[in-house]
């Protein structure tokens, strides 16, 4: 339906969107317009809907797709987190986050490993990563939220964190050559 197609749509417009907003079904075109859920093209500028997706709703839990990540790197999709150079790799094998976050680093970083120090050895890279679960989050402007979750938990999937290796290697790991204490 559209605003060219139907002369008295002017007339049902606006109450088809109020309805479609409070039930979370309208979506928003490319022009910037919101439009009722059942418009298959913009009442305002007749561009078509985009892909017919569930509607982006604050605090749906979802599986994150490339789009919703910086870019896939040795088969595992990637994202930083914030300023700090803290990333995620979607894998909860280190072995393969490792590599996917080193290509990370370098392709889009311009660092010279993950470590950001050619002179260390990767495998330092391994203390600063954490593998695990996690549940994504839909926030209200599109983006998502991760929160560390069960492997059960609903809508969880592999993830591994990468805090950016500011300091030496944490104490517990460097320690390694000190007499066992237990
Ligand atoms: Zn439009």
Not at 52 to 57: A, F, H, K, M, N
Not at 91 to 105: C, I, M, P, S, V
Not at 153 to 159: L, R, S
Request: proline share 9%; hydrophobic share 35%; charged share 20%.
């Amino acid at each position: 339906m559209a605003l060219d197609e139907e002369p008295t749509s002017t007339a049902t417009y606006w109450p088809s969107l109020a309805a479609s907003q409070a039930a979370g079904t309208f979506w928003r075109c490319r022009c910037g317009e919101m439009n009722p859920g059942d418009y298959d093209t913009c009442h305002f500028c007749q561009h078509p809907q985009p892909d017919l997706q569930p509607s982006v709703r604050a605090g749906t839990v979802f599986t994150p797709t490339e789009d919703d990540m910086e870019g896939e790197y040795a088969g595992v999709l990637v994202a930083s987190m914030g300023e700090d150079g803290d990333a995620i790799a979607l894998t909860d094998a280190k072995n393969r986050a490792l590599e996917a976050l080193d290509g990370y680093f370098r392709e889009v970083c311009g660092q010279p490993n993950l470590l950001d120090d050619a002179t260390r050895p990767l495998s330092d890279a391994y203390f600063f990563l954490d593998s695990g679960y996690g549940v994504f989050t839909r926030r209200a402007d599109g983006g998502w939220h991760l929160a560390p979750a069960a492997e059960d938990a609903e809508g969880a999937v592999p993830v591994t964190w990468f805090r950016h290796p500011s300091g030496p290697v944490p104490v517990p790991y460097a320690r390694q050559g000190d007499p066992q204490l237990f």
